[in-house]
């Protein structure tokens, strides 16, 4: 199984941002991962995405990628 950033593959980021309304802006993810029980850490990597407006989770994904 492929690990993103902190350890954490990008499905299971993803499963935290279920019921997000695109497009969304960064700070819209963040709020849907905390009212899904997100973990600590995997509210941090959220965090680390870029700071820009989300068309889908196509771009959430390549936002993640982009994470050094």
Same mark, same amino acid.
């Given at each position: 199984?492929? !690990? =993103?950033v902190g350890g954490h &593959? *990008? /499905?299971n980021?993803? +499963? #935290?941002l279920s019921g997000v309304d #695109? *497009? /969304?802006e960064k700070q819209d993810l963040i709020e849907c991962a905390r !009212?899904? &029980?997100a973990p600590d850490d995997v509210m941090q990597e959220i965090r680390k995405l870029p700071d820009q407006q989300y068309g889908g989770p196509q771009e959430v994904m +390549? =936002? #993640?990628g982009d994470i050094e």
């Open positions: 199984m492929t !690990r =993103g &593959s *990008p /499905a980021v993803q +499963k #935290y #695109y *497009p /969304a !009212r899904n &029980s +390549k =936002g #993640y």
